[in-house]
């Protein structure tokens, strides 16, 4: 019995660190735990007290094939995917809660105390388990996990580096360093793997939750579907980094007072690219906006642009177009909301200058200058295709790697379609992502830029009056 095993273990660790004295007192131990009355509810219960754990844990001894909890180890470092409060692990509010780690460890037991693995399976297993616990953090409370934990795990799952222990890029990095890292900085799982992966932490959620939990939270985790490859697919829009992003708030027309030849001076040249920085909105979707698009919610304390196609003339790509997106507060302050209220009322146009026919390419007259003369001004390479899309890709960029966003939360505010059918679940009930939650998100963009020299109130009295 792996119990016995271990408890053997443990008179062993003493004997050869010269103590028969404490040898001895572990024999008698041992004989007093395989008579303890826990032992016949089963191993989750007794594991409950952590007696055993507790005890087996002194010399080091790993229970169950899982890696102890000493320190230093990456073990000890605060969950990489989930967020839990200091409050949570502390010792006083662990007295009758099991970890995600407890549960683990009784789901290996039991797997490998039933013999229906074989040894390659067992070692397969406990390698996944290591890396499973180590992400979800060994002392994170199980009842407390939710829906969105699971599926924040699997976000994770999908990013977690391939041979982890091998690569000199990450093999001294703890997971936290590693997914602060570019994803195109080291290699991911292949799809299969991650999916085998993500097979392991739902069959030990799918072991605690009818134990430990009074929810199913795994009820609509599902893997993510593997995208299938296109022939002849185009190059994806650059990334933009902080040299370029500084290149286009420095472009004359926000940093200069002298008007140029040949330059129809609009109100779209100066908002346009600022709301595609800092909402991911598509040109079209900006173009396209009214007075009315923009609205004030008491409720969640913020003002947001409403994306939609009730409109004669309007499109929207998709149906996952239709969105809230909060406006940022670095709009707010530059006076977007004095520019709108200038505007008209209700149904009139926000950029009335620009006939746009429904595609975002440069068939308008924002879309001619922004391709024709401000990207050659500011330096950015048609080659490499840093377009206007590439705002959008910067902003979705940003929201995941440096405000550590996770894709269902991005695709709330971009309007991108869910990554699976699960993920659809999430916006009912107590799972549905707040407006005041998307504005949350979006306030912990990051470019590192300096907006100083930018003012509508400037550019107005220069080039409009």
Not at 2 to 10: G, K, P, Q, T
Not at 248 to 266: E, F, G, M, Q
Not at 289 to 304: F, I, K, M, Q
Request: hydrophobic residues 35%; contains cysteine.
């Amino acid at each position: 019995m792996a119990l016995e095993y271990h408890l053997d273990r443990v008179i062993q660790a003493w004997s050869h660190l010269g103590s028969r004295e404490l040898a001895e007192k572990f024999a008698q131990e041992r004989i007093r735990i395989k008579q303890h009355p826990v032992l016949s509810i089963g191993y989750h219960e007794a594991i409950k007290g952590n007696h055993i754990r507790n005890m087996l844990m002194t010399v080091g001894v790993e229970p169950f094939g899982l890696p102890a909890i000493h320190s230093g180890s990456a073990f000890s470092e605060q969950p990489v995917a989930l967020k839990v409060e200091q409050s949570v692990l502390s010792s006083q509010n662990r007295s009758n809660q099991i970890s995600f780690r407890e549960v683990a460890e009784a789901y290996l037991f039991e797997k490998e105390s039933s013999g229906e693995w074989t040894d390659r399976t067992l070692k397969n297993r406990k390698a996944k388990l290591r890396n499973i616990v180590e992400l979800v953090g060994a002392e994170t409370i199980f009842e407390r996990m939710t829906t969105k934990d699971v599926f924040k795990v699997r976000d994770f799952i999908y990013r977690f580096p391939k041979n982890r222990t091998k690569m000199p890029n990450v093999r001294d990095k703890t997971l936290s360093q590693v997914f602060q890292m570019s994803l195109d900085a080291y290699e991911v799982l292949d799809h299969q793997t991650a999916n085998n992966m993500l097979g392991v932490f739902k069959d030990i959620c799918a072991y605690g939750i009818p134990r430990f939990h009074t929810d199913d939270i795994i009820a609509s985790l599902k893997p993510r579907q593997k995208a299938k490859a296109r022939r002849g697919r185009k190059r994806s829009f650059a990334t933009l980094n902080k040299e370029k992003l500084q290149a286009l708030l420095s472009a004359h027309h926000y940093t200069s007072v002298d008007k140029r030849i040949r330059v129809n001076y609009t109100p779209d040249k100066f908002w346009v690219p600022l709301i595609g920085m800092f909402s991911g909105a598509r040109v079209g979707e900006i173009l396209q906006l009214r007075v009315c698009d923009v609205v004030e919610s008491v409720a969640h304390g913020c003002w947001y642009f409403d994306l939609n196609d009730e409109h004669e003339g309007k499109r929207l790509k998709t149906d996952n177009s239709r969105r809230w997106v909060p406006i940022h507060s670095s709009l707010l302050k530059l006076g977007f909301l004095e520019f709108m209220t200038s505007r008209g009322e209700g149904d009139d146009k926000l950029f009335k200058e620009v006939t746009y026919s429904g595609q975002d390419d440069d068939t308008n007259s924002f879309g001619k200058w922004f391709e024709r003369t401000l990207r050659k001004e500011i330096g950015w390479s048609a080659a490499r295709k840093e377009t206007f899309h590439s705002l959008r890709h910067t902003f979705v960029d940003n929201l995941r790697r440096t405000a550590g966003l996770h894709d269902w939360e991005i695709a709330s505010v971009v309007g991108h379609l869910p990554s699976d059918e699960g993920l659809t679940t999430l916006g009912y009930g107590s799972h549905r992502i707040e407006l005041s939650d998307k504005k949350a998100y979006i306030e912990q963009l990051n470019y590192g830029v300096d907006l100083a020299a930018l003012s509508w109130e400037r550019y107005r009295r220069c080039f409009l009056d």
